[in-house]
Antibody
Framework: EVQLVESGGGLVQPGGSLRLSCAASGFTFTNYGMHWVRQGPGKGLVWVSRINKDGTTNYADSVKGRFTISRDNVNNTVYLQMDSLRAEDTALYYC????????WGKGTTVTVSS | DIVMTQSPDSLAVSLGERATINCKSSQSVLSSNKDNFLAWYQQKPGQPPKLLIYRASTRESGVPDRFSGSGSGTDFTLTISSLQAEDVAVYYCQQYYSIPLTFGPGTKVDIK
């Protein structure tokens, strides 16, 4: 079964850090670009970051310089290192694959609050 | 950045009737190979989005054929030909033509 499972979310103070993980299974991980998409409470979907098959990366302007995406092709996992977190980063963070998102995880919740 | 807009914001349709959602991109998403890099998603409460349509009109495997996508360039439509109770959801369009990938604001579909 093709599956993405996110973890690592939680409550963090403004200025703090979190590292999200997304474990992939059921497909050839190295064949796909991987993305993070977030959804604030009651809000729409917002693309955050992409890591391509070759390891090149892209970021939304709102997170550039604060977030870092990476992938481990041995353990089939994609990461999102989030530093200098702000209240506006509070959201449910989804891991997805491909450029049109045919597989989604259930998401992990990040809350930035003092 | 390509800005995606959707209309209407919400609509209520009787069971068995047609629902039509429009999506417009601020720039063309038609690629040089004639594919439109436009996808549609359905999101039900408490669930992740589900891919319905990609390349503007290609139905994802397992998606009922009452869902169809059309359009090209900057103007696109998602049609639910005969609304079922399980279709109550928010629908999003998304362009994957250029970074940053962007979504429309969503259209909420309810039963009248």
């Amino acid at each position: 079964e093709v599956q993405l499972v996110e973890s690592g979310g939680g409550l963090v103070q403004p200025g703090g850090s979190l590292r999200l993980s997304c474990a992939a299974s059921g497909f050839t991980f190295t064949n796909y670009g991987m993305h993070w998409v977030r959804q604030g409470p009651g809000k729409g979907l917002v693309w955050v970051s992409r890591i391509n098959k070759d390891g090149t990366t892209n970021y939304a302007d709102s997170v550039k310089g604060r977030f870092t995406i990476s992938r481990d092709n041995v353990n089939n996992t994609v990461y999102l290192q989030m530093d200098s977190l702000r209240a506006e980063d509070t959201a449910l963070y989804y891991c997805t694959r491909n450029n049109y998102y045919d597989v989604w995880g259930k998401g992990t919740t990040v809350t930035v609050s003092s | 950045d390509i800005v995606m807009t959707q209309s209407p914001d919400s609509l209520a349709v009787s069971l068995g009737e047609r629902a039509t959602i429009n999506c417009k991109s601020s720039q063309s998403v038609l690629s040089s190979n004639k594919d439109n890099f436009l996808a549609w998603y359905q999101q039900k409460p408490g669930q992740p989005p589900k891919l319905l349509i990609y390349r503007a009109s290609t139905r994802e495997s397992g998606v009922p054929d009452r869902f169809s996508g059309s359009g090209s360039g900057t103007d696109f439509t998602l049609t639910i030909s005969s609304l079922q109770a399980e279709d109550v959801a928010v629908y999003y369009c998304q362009q994957y033509y250029s970074i940053p990938l962007t979504f429309g604001p969503g259209t909420k579909v309810d039963i009248k």
